[in-house]
């Protein structure tokens, strides 16, 4: 079976999700957007059991959006990283792709929210690229 390993910036926070994943969801919503501060979320679903915590499980802080029926999101409460959640209703995990310490085993299933998405991205995807930091 496979496994993946995952784990915040500071690296206190380290997950494990056991099996495959379900589903690959990047989401332009506002709310992920917002949170992340960026252009979507990268969302990875699997079944809530197959998540497992190898340390720092204590320093995760959840956030349950008030007005939301569904939207949460868990962080590490040291270095702000988003980590995995389980949905309130408890069927499934929600893991952010880029934490992981490898590339998931399958592509992103779609883009969700798709109009709601920033004007910036599409052309944020045609500019110019650095290998590393700009000029270098
Ligand atoms: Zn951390
Ligand atoms: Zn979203």
Redesign the pocket.
């Known amino acids: 079976m496979s496994t993946h390993d995952g784990g915040c910036l500071c690296g206190k926070v380290r997950y494990r999700i056991h099996g495959p994943f379900h589903q690959f969801?990047l989401?332009?919503?506002?709310?992920?957007?917002r949170f992340s501060g960026t252009a979507?979320?990268a969302?990875l679903m699997a079944p809530a059991d197959s998540l497992e915590w190898l340390g720092g499980e204590e320093l995760v802080r959840r956030f349950d959006l008030p007005e939301a029926k569904a939207?949460a999101r868990a962080f590490c409460g040291e270095c702000g990283s988003m980590v995995p959640h389980l949905r309130r209703s408890g069927d499934l995990a929600v893991i952010p792709a880029g934490g992981l310490d490898q590339s998931p085993d399958l592509d992103p299933n779609d883009h969700?929210?798709w109009e709601d998405r920033a004007e910036w991205y599409e052309p944020g995807i045609g500019a110019k690229k650095y290998a590393g930091p700009p000029g270098g």
């Open positions: 969801h989401c332009h919503c506002s709310r992920c957007r979507h979320a969302n939207f969700i929210f």
